[in-house]
């Protein structure tokens, strides 16, 4: 980290030395009888629930548990990660999930979530979470400087059907939230909508009604509007097809494709660390 983000930390996330190693010492103790949890527990995948929690030791350590226990509890999106399965490989191929690759002017990680990018009567919409969440997963374990200034999400909901709509359950909505909120050891500084028709907030009502109030306020839908977009990322930073002057779209396609099958066997390894049933 550069001075400028070590003072970040310092200011904005209490992270000092000592805190830093105060809170490694107690959350590893914490860890060492909680065997049940096969958690990372190096000082760098620790030190993202700390930052993500300002340094709140009890906090990070619900957190942590909720992060294990999602990947326990859920083999649909944890299991079964090798980029070059066919169902896994094509949603790479469209790009369902596109963090940009440069910050913006806070320092924040842009995130694209191409909603209704995929064909929903070929793929599960349990396959498209999957494809999100390991390429975030990557991006947290590459991209040290996610955890401490967060990510801004937009959701491109161009072409949304019905049939998408479909695929999502009330519990598939809920523990999507929840993953969000409650477990990733990301800030999640803004939830936008684009090219949103005018029926969104039918479905985002059923998102709202599990997320906090925090959560909440930072959901903004902006329709169609796309100075409206340019308002919250920069268009330097835009690829040409959001108005942007930044290479074109599929250029961020293949980089995340080529990424993420880049570390099959880190995958692979990652798998284990997980709740572990009794």
């Known amino acids: 980290l550069n001075n400028k983000t070590i003072k970040y930390c310092q200011l904005v996330l209490n992270e000092t030395k000592e805190a830093r190693a105060l809170s490694l010492e107690t959350m590893k103790?914490?860890?060492?009888?909680?065997?049940?949890?096969?958690?990372?527990?190096?000082?760098?995948?620790?030190?993202?629930?700390?930052?993500?929690?300002?340094?709140n030791n009890e906090q990070a350590e619900k957190k942590i548990k909720n992060f294990y226990v999602l990947r326990g509890t859920s083999p649909e999106w944890y299991e079964?990660?090798?980029?070059?399965?066919?169902?896994?490989?094509?949603?790479?191929?469209?790009?369902?999930?596109?963090?940009l690759l440069e910050?913006?002017?806070?320092?924040?990680?842009?995130?694209?979530?191409?909603?209704?990018?995929?064909?929903p009567y070929i793929h599960k919409?349990?396959?498209?979470?999957?494809?999100?969440?390991?390429?975030?997963?990557?991006?947290?374990d590459k991209m040290e400087?996610?955890?401490?200034?967060?990510?801004?999400?937009?959701?491109?909901m161009d072409g949304v059907s019905y049939g998408h709509a479909r695929q999502l359950t009330t519990s598939m909505i809920r523990k999507a939230v929840h993953s969000w909120q409650d477990c990733y050891p990301v800030r999640v500084k803004g939830l936008h909508f684009i090219n949103s028709p005018i029926y969104i907030?039918?479905?985002?009502?059923?998102?709202?009604?599990?997320?906090?109030?925090?959560?909440?306020?930072?959901?903004?839908?902006?329709?169609?509007?796309?100075?409206?977009?340019?308002?919250?990322?920069?268009?330097?930073?835009?690829?040409?097809?959001?108005?942007?002057?930044?290479?074109?779209?599929?250029h961020l396609i293949d980089y995340w494709r080529n990424e993420v099958c880049s570390k099959e066997a880190w995958y692979a390894d990652d798998e284990k660390y997980k709740y572990l049933k009794s």
């Open 103 to 119: 910050r913006d002017d806070k320092g924040r990680t842009i995130i694209f979530i191409r909603v209704a990018a995929h064909n």
């Open 201 to 250: 907030n039918v479905v985002l009502n059923i998102f709202r009604r599990f997320m906090r109030e925090k959560m909440r306020n930072r959901v903004h839908v902006h329709g169609y509007d796309r100075e409206s977009l340019h308002n919250i990322v920069s268009k330097q930073l835009l690829p040409e097809e959001y108005g942007g002057s930044n290479g074109k779209l599929q």
């Open 145 to 156: 400087d996610v955890s401490v200034y967060g990510v801004v999400a937009i959701f491109d």
């Open 29 to 55: 103790n914490w860890l060492s009888v909680n065997a049940h949890l096969n958690a990372k527990s190096d000082d760098y995948n620790l030190i993202r629930f700390l930052r993500a929690t300002k340094y």
């Open 125 to 140: 919409q349990d396959d498209v979470f999957k494809v999100g969440l390991m390429t975030l997963d990557l991006v947290l």
């Open 80 to 99: 079964n990660r090798n980029p070059y399965l066919p169902e896994i490989q094509k949603l790479l191929e469209i790009g369902v999930f596109l963090p």
